[in-house]
């Protein structure tokens, strides 16, 4: 195979793979679950490129899949690891798992990705860009609280406002409680969210309280797929941050 021929094997994996994780997003977002059937359907639907890959690799030049396989292993102990931790979820770590086995090279599609293959592992750059990401998510309900609530509330509540929102109580459904009716049946706030449930729900709304603050049960899905779109045009930012730093 020619070089415009791998190019376009990998924009069709990098479609497939990209459809499959958006679709995954926006069941995470709904229900919170990623049935196993996704992650099934996403190795089988790239399967054919990736042995095809495989077998050009090999035939040319099949040092770099030596160091692959390392780093193949290397994720998914890495992905179960933080698992176990309970840093994320089951659908996260599979997610992660089935990047690792369908990139074992960084995928390059010029003039992508800009600013380096960080070490060379892909589905490292997406956890690592991730991580990287969530700081923005901060930032956004912080501006999001400034503009709604405006000011004066930032002093009495920094907390909320970077980690948290104020929303109807009818419309609460992931997201944990920063207040809450205790068993005196007064309003309560805590720094430390608690999680939220039926019981918690109505006592609420039976105190007549229309709107309280809450901080969003985020999908950790949402950033593993930002964290996908940014290895794939930039690269491994964290790499390109360290390396700025340190020169």
Avoid at 201 to 216: D, N, Q, Y
């Amino acid at each position: 195979m020619n070089s415009l021929e791998l190019e376009i094997l990998e924009i069709v994996k990098v479609s497939f793979v990209s459809i499959f994780l958006i679709y995954a997003c926006s069941l995470d977002i709904k229900s919170r679950v990623v049935p196993n059937r996704v992650w099934k359907a996403m190795l089988i639907s790239v399967s054919p490129i990736l042995v095809l890959q495989l077998y050009h690799n090999i035939t040319m030049d099949p040092l770099p899949l030596l160091f692959s396989v390392f780093g193949v292993l290397f994720m998914l102990i890495l992905s179960y690891f933080i698992y176990t931790i309970g840093a994320y979820g089951g659908a996260d770590a599979k997610a992660l798992m089935c990047l690792s086995v369908i990139f074992p090279l960084y995928p390059s599609i010029d003039p992508f990705p800009i600013l380096n293959h960080g070490f060379g592992i892909f589905s490292f750059s997406i956890l690592a860009n991730s991580v990287i990401f969530t700081p923005f998510m901060i930032f956004a309900i912080l501006l999001r609280n400034i503009f709604k609530e405006g000011f004066e509330g930032f002093f009495k509540n920094p907390l909320y406002y970077f980690a948290g929102y104020r929303i109807s109580v009818e419309k609460i459904k992931f997201h944990n409680l920063f207040e809450f009716i205790d068993e005196n049946g007064e309003l309560r706030r805590v720094k430390r969210a608690i999680e939220s449930d039926d019981n918690k729900l109505l006592l609420l709304k039976k105190a007549g309280i229309k709107e309280i603050w809450v901080t969003p049960a985020l999908p950790f899905m949402i950033f593993i797929t930002i964290g996908y779109f940014g290895a794939l045009i930039f690269g491994d930012i964290l790499v390109e941050i360290i390396s700025l730093i340190f020169g």
